[in-house]
């Protein structure tokens, strides 16, 4: 089968889950014997350079929007406030589709997609609206639904005309349809790498993953660790991530560590190829992340045998960790979390039970159950077309 797989999201030089997921899923393919083709929407991106996550060579990778330049009419059409700011949006949308919807039918030359994965809500706007492409296309929503949809009108339509509408975790489904009235949503979750590896349960490690915004809300994080370091000195935070996604974010989180006189004690690592590895060094997980959709930080911590300290409103978390017995969720204030990093810097015993815990639990998403489910899926939309 030749699988179209597309995004908006900045696959050739983005460092997050949502990226990682994409290419994932174009080598599975790939190697299941699929002809796949990959196309994402990047200004100033050259595709032939390597993303920062590994594809197989075979694998061709299209940039359309490498050169692309907005138009200026419509530019000053979505500024006019004459009309709603929803109605500016849509007429911003629909033009620019078009627009881009040309550049991807010519990138694609003589590649007729038998089916396409839209891993972007938008990304099957453009598609749906822009181009001639009639291949059914199944859209995968990385994020909670509430999130990710609420104010986005303008292409429920597109979305509902989706083969199938792929959500990470399984109450997105009764949320879905408070959006857009469908019956073809289906549960698959991301995949866990499963290792026989467990983290350093002795080392005063604390560490955080994901870039620097304040979805992921670090500065958060590190008013929990000061009140916390005042009584556990010996304990160190590692925090790695992104730190250029978001500059004036990550300034308010060094400026946080200076006035709080936390300089030795928190260390920012930057961008790391090798997350898992990184895990081991570490004996507690905090990941304050205001929303997800299924966080790759988190399980992958989990699965490495760390303790998680986690918010307990965070959709896309709360569903993942269970309170008490695969980690603990808490409220999103500094003194919370400081409690329960208190608990768990004192009790090795309780970080090794909840970690044991944590790494059975993600069983439940190795790469042979999960990639197993897409197959199925590519097979049920096959039967269906024939």
């Not at 660790?225 to 990550?250: C, E, H, L, R, T």
């Not at 409220?331 to 810097?345: C, G, H």
Request: glycine share 4%; proline share 4%.
């Amino acid at each position: 089968m030749k699988i179209l797989i597309c995004t908006t999201h900045p696959v050739f030089t983005g460092t997050g889950g949502a990226e990682h997921v994409f290419w994932n899923m174009a080598n599975h393919f790939n190697r299941a014997g699929h002809e796949v083709v990959c196309l994402g929407l990047e200004k100033g991106t050259d595709p032939s350079r390597a993303s920062f996550y590994m594809h197989d060579p075979v694998i061709k990778v299209l940039n359309p929007a490498r050169f692309y330049k907005k138009s200026i009419v419509v530019t000053f059409l979505a500024d006019l406030h004459l009309i709603s700011s929803e109605n500016r949006r849509t007429i911003r949308d629909s033009k620019e589709s078009l627009r881009i919807g040309h550049l991807i039918e010519t990138s694609l030359n003589c590649f007729v997609p038998d089916l396409v994965i839209s891993h972007s809500i938008d990304m099957t706007y453009i598609l749906k609206k822009g181009t001639n492409i009639r291949a059914p296309i199944v859209t995968l929503l990385h994020c909670d639904i509430e999130t990710l949809l609420k104010g986005k009108q303008r292409y429920f339509k597109e979305l509902s005309e989706s083969i199938r509408i792929v959500v990470l975790q399984k109450s997105y489904i009764k949320e879905l349809k408070k959006f857009v009235p469908v019956s073809q949503a289906i549960y698959i979750p991301n995949e866990v790498p499963i290792t026989n590896t467990f983290c350093n349960t002795d080392a005063k490690i604390i560490i955080m993953t994901g870039r620097i915004c304040p979805q992921k809300n670090q500065l958060q994080a590190i008013k929990a660790f000061s009140i916390f370091s005042s009584k556990n000195p010996d304990w160190k935070m590692v925090i790695i991530g992104d730190q250029k996604y978001n500059p004036a974010y990550f300034e308010q989180c060094v400026n946080e560590c200076i006035v709080s006189n936390l300089n030795g004690k928190i260390q920012f690592e930057g961008v790391k190829k090798d997350v898992m590895k990184e895990l081991l060094n570490g004996s507690i997980f905090l990941f304050p992340s205001i929303f997800e959709g299924f966080p790759l930080s988190l399980t992958e911590a989990m699965e490495q045998g760390l303790s998680c300290i986690c918010l307990k409103d965070c959709p896309g978390v709360n569903e993942i960790i269970e309170d008490n017995l695969t980690g603990f969720l808490v409220e999103n204030n500094p003194e919370a979390i400081a409690s329960k990093l208190n608990d768990l810097s004192n009790n090795r015993e309780l970080r090794i039970k909840l970690g044991k815990s944590a790494k059975e639990k993600m069983k439940e998403f190795s790469s042979d159950k999960i990639w197993s489910k897409w197959d199925k899926l590519i097979a049920d939309v096959t039967d269906e077309l024939d």
